[in-house]
């Protein structure tokens, strides 16, 4: 059973920063695909970023954070992180780590391919 907790949520302003910390314990990161979700009340969780699990090993964006999201992973932290950039109103939300098993490219972005989940951090812009 993977347990993950989320950290790094906040307030900033509009342009700002944050990064977002989300640990993992009864797993390995580097086993699993890592993702990171967000969701707003009255939404559906919508996909931010995945990093796919080593052997494939690459990073995977949402259109309205790229060039401005970066996910990463340390290993030896067994931490996987979300660094955020260019922070714009639209931006808040709770913001969810998941892992998975799943290497399959189609399927990372569906929030139903993913098992394990932390409880959310807030993230808000203001503007």
């Known amino acids: 059973q993977v347990s993950l907790v989320e950290s790094g949520g906040g307030l900033v302003q509009a342009g700002g920063s944050l990064r977002l910390s989300c640990a993992a314990s009864?797993?390995?990161?580097?086993?699993?695909?890592m993702a990171w979700f967000r969701q707003t009340p009255g939404k559906e969780r919508e996909f931010v970023a995945a990093?796919?699990?080593?052997?494939?090993?690459?990073?995977h964006y949402a259109d309205s954070v790229k060039g401005r999201f970066t996910v990463s992973r340390d290993n030896a932290k067994n931490t996987v992180y979300l660094q955020m950039s260019g922070l714009k109103p639209e931006d808040t939300s709770v913001y969810y780590c998941?892992?998975?098993?799943?290497?399959?490219?189609?399927?990372?972005?569906?929030?139903?391919?993913?098992?394990?989940w932390g409880q959310g951090t807030q993230v808000t812009v203001s503007s």
């Open positions: 998941a892992a998975s098993g799943t290497n399959i490219l189609s399927t990372i972005t569906v929030a139903g391919t993913y098992t394990y």
């Open positions: 990093i796919r699990r080593l052997g494939a090993n690459t990073q």
């Open positions: 009864g797993g390995t990161v580097s086993r699993y695909t």
